[in-house]
């Protein structure tokens, strides 16, 4: 018998205890996983309120399709089916800019512009800035074998206006926490494959934006779209991965503020 604790009911131990269990079960050992949780909710950051016919998210609304993990837990859990993709025409972003609202010009992808007009035409960055931002075009590859933050990255290629009026609220939206503080390659590996790849992430992502286009055109491309959540709520996930720990009695769950 081989006895395994973990501490904190969040997503990452309750998907550790699951995976434990997996494995014991595959390499038939016996175990005894205890889940420690100080507070009265297991979930962590995420939690999810239905108030009336809302569904209202406290924490995490979605996660990302392109890290493959969350998305493979939820096939192993059978929450395919509960799964749901972004919808294309809710997907308006405003930035505050100057005390108002202002859209995120059209073609805009997280860090950098793909459309030019859009780009040009909007107020939130000064031509100063656009014209910096522009030059990525320019701009010779980083090291590729460092790791570097975000905001590194984003000031490194797009200048400090793309860092403190699109990609720090966005960013910070997703993860909340500061870009200076965030690993590039743990966050958002996609960026640093397409410098890698084609050099310019403006080149880059114009590319995969035409890819995608076509694949549309002739009916197939990725099944998922980029962000997706479950029809109750990422709370759902929490609750799932709960039940089935404790259903095949892989796991107990303890309070405990030790």
């Known amino acids: 018998m081989k006895r395994v604790a973990i501490i904190g009911g969040g997503i990452a131990g309750l998907a550790a205890a699951h995976r434990i269990a997996e494995l014991a079960k595959e390499k038939s050992l016996s175990i005894e996983l205890t889940l420690l949780e100080a507070t009265e909710r297991l979930g962590g950051a995420i939690a999810t309120e239905r108030i009336g016919d809302f569904l209202v998210e406290a924490g995490p609304d979605s996660f990302i399709t ?9 096939e192993r859990l059978g929450l395919t089916s509960r799964l749901i993709p972004t919808q294309a025409e809710y997907q308006k972003i405003y930035i505050v800019h100057e005390g108002k609202l202002e859209p995120l010009p059209e073609g805009f992808f997280l860090l950098a512009p793909t459309r030019m007009g859009p780009f040009v035409r909007t107020p939130i960055f000064s031509w100063r800035g656009k014209l910096r931002m522009a030059g990525e075009l320019f701009i010779p590859r980083g090291h590729l074998n460092d790791d570097e933050s975000l905001g590194a990255f984003v000031r490194r290629r797009f200048g400090r206006e793309a860092l403190e009026r699109i990609a720090q609220p966005l960013i910070g939206g997703i993860y909340a926490s500061d870009p200076d503080r965030l690993s590039l390659a743990a966050t958002m590996p996609r960026f640093k494959e397409m410098e890698r790849r084609q ?7 114009r590319s995969e934006q035409r890819r995608r286009a076509r694949n549309r055109e002739a009916g197939s491309g990725a099944r998922w779209s980029l962000f997706v959540t479950l029809a109750g709520g990422m709370q759902e996930l929490v609750d799932t991965l709960a039940n089935d720990c404790l259903n095949r009695r892989s796991a107990s769950i303890r309070r405990s503020r030790a």
């Open 199 to 205: 050099r310019s992430v403006i080149l880059a992502m």
């Open 66 to 74: 392109e890290k493959l993990w969350a998305l493979r837990l939820c």
